[in-house]
């Protein structure tokens, strides 16, 4: 028996201590340590909701069946879960080429020789040459690339990170789905509102004209006064028609958000309601806790996750790549000795290809990969600080929202009893008209600023959930490792668009 050369020892070993690791970087997380916010919003002592189901703290009803026939049926959401399906795929292609691939050939071919060619004037000369022949051939191939550096399994760990960050943005294209459904919905109630107000106003402002009027029959007022009180009465009517554009087009916005055609739910929205309440916020001051939930972030970090992974795919290439392919199958000339053990036809071929001379390329290559790893970390630490951005500038509308209506309230009542005393006082002659209609034009003003500020403070809120990353699925965790990570995606992606 011979022995192994030293040669075939060596390379025996390395091929089999390469087949065991994977060349380049291990990926380790970025710390995204920041300072505490300095706008965490006040709890105001009721339960805050659940982050993924925050639109159920505003106590509306109608407002969670928006939310939820939205989050079912909204197409941009049809489609970011397409695109993860996609992501799937093309994750699950990955690592497939780590296994080795089986195709099954079969053929069967008849031929009539020429005898004027090359061949058939050659092999007519001898003895029982028979022009017609026959081929038949069956077999089993199977080849397998061994992935001696790694580069393969670097490949299959870059899908799959890219597989979880499309999961990531389908869970924010979820969050903005529920924002923007929520928006929507309480412009509606906001214009509802206002509008209730116009027409109260114009109420007010009818009933005023009408006391001008009699005081004019009475000889206790000129026709100045009524083309005063009237021009006020048609200012108010005015208001209407800018409030009922506004107010369809949320309500058109809203059937859009819900993947229908614009006035397929328009009559359950027809009856005014209140505008909703602010529900508590419940924030933590840890600024890289409440960021790690935003699936921007997640999906940003997830993507420098796969760059790195990319860089010892490269770094793979200045490594030899050994292949192996085997056949077992049968060739014979007539069918009836095709399976038999003289037609058996076995073949192994091993195969090794290194690029020796365009490590030029391959430098290339790598430099790439790592500039692409360098851009990825930019790009998650800026998700990063715009994430914050994002928090701190809700969480400061909202409180000032919130302060604005309080002095908007104050305002109103104190205008409501400046109008009414002035319309006491002008029945009673005490004052002129104009001090009346200068107070009623105050109060319309007041009051539809405060209607306004209460649904902007209302959309402030979910501003706010927004901000945080609220709207979908997710787990703590103490760290943005790749466990953590994939635990937290994998409820969004078995739930599907839900």
């Keep these: 028996m011979m022995k192994p050369s030293l040669t075939w ?3 025996s070993t390395l091929f089999a201590a390469l087949a065991g690791c994977a060349v380049g970087p291990d990926y380790v997380t970025p710390q995204t340590a920041l300072q505490p916010l300095q706008h965490v919003p006040a709890q105001t002592g009721k339960t805050a909701p659940p982050l993924d189901t925050w639109w159920t703290g505003f106590d509306d009803p109608m407002l969670v069946t928006v939310v939820e026939r939205a989050l079912s049926q909204n197409l941009d959401l049809a489609a970011s879960f397409a695109r993860v399906q996609q992501a799937r795929a093309a994750a699950a292609s990955a690592g497939a080429q780590l296994l080795p691939t089986v195709d099954l050939d079969a053929s069967a071919s008849a031929q009539h020789q020429s005898l004027v060619s090359p061949l058939g004037s050659l092999a007519r000369t001898f003895p029982g040459y028979s022009r017609d022949q026959r081929e038949y051939t069956v077999g089993a191939a199977a080849s397998w690339e061994i992935d001696l550096a790694g580069g393969l399994r670097r490949d299959a760990a870059a899908a799959t990170r890219e597989e979880e960050a499309a999961q990531a943005e389908q869970a924010g294209t979820r969050v903005t789905v529920a924002a923007d459904a929520a928006d929507a919905y309480l412009q509606v109630r906001g214009f509802q509102a206002r509008l209730a107000v116009a027409q109260d106003q114009i109420s007010t402002d009818a009933r005023l004209l009408d006391i001008v009027r009699l005081r004019v029959a009475a000889g206790a007022a000129d026709e100045r006064e009524v083309a005063q009180a009237d021009a006020l009465l048609k200012q108010a009517r005015t208001v209407v028609p800018t409030l009922r ?12 958000l819900m993947g229908v055609q614009p006035g397929t739910y328009a009559s359950e929205l027809a009856t005014a309601a209140d505008i909703p309440g602010i529900p508590s916020i419940a924030a933590s001051p ?3 806790a ?12 997830r993507r420098l996750a796969a760059s790195n992974e990319r860089i010892g795919a490269a770094i793979a290439d200045y490594y030899p790549k050994l292949s192996l392919t085997g056949l077992l199958g049968f060739d014979s000339g007539g069918s009836h000795e095709l399976f ?3 037609a058996f036809q076995p073949a192994i071929t091993a195969g090794l290809r290194w690029r020796l001379f365009d490590f ?11 500039g692409a790893n360098a851009e990825a970390l930019a790009v998650y630490r800026q998700s990063v600080l715009r994430a914050a951005e994002d928090v701190e500038n809700a969480f400061v509308a909202l409180s000032e929202t919130q ?12 205008l409501t009893r400046a109008r009414d005393l002035s319309q006491r006082a002008y029945k009673a002659g005490a004052i002129t008209l104009t001090d009346v209609l200068d ?3 105050q109060l319309l003003v007041a009051r539809d600023d405060l209607d306004a500020t209460r649904a902007d403070a209302a959309r402030a809120a979910v501003g706010a959930f927004r901000a945080l990353g609220g709207g979908w699925r997710t787990q703590p965790a103490a760290t943005a490792d790749d466990a953590s990570l994939s635990e937290r995606l994998s409820g969004l992606a078995k739930d599907g668009v839900r």
Excluded: C, M, Y
């Design 439 to 441: 107070a009623d034009r």
């Design 9 to 11: 020892i060596a390379s």
């Design 340 to 342: 038999t053990a003289r």
């Design 360 to 370: 030029g390329k391959v430098d290339a290559e790598v430099a790439a990969a790592r």
């Design 290 to 301: 409440l960021l790690r939930q935003r699936p921007d972030v997640i999906a940003a970090e």
């Design 403 to 414: 302060n604005r209506g309080i002095e908007l309230d104050a305002e109103v009542a104190a």
């Design 286 to 288: 840890d600024t890289t």
């Design 245 to 256: 554009v506004q107010l369809n087009a949320q309500l058109n916005r809203l059937d859009v």
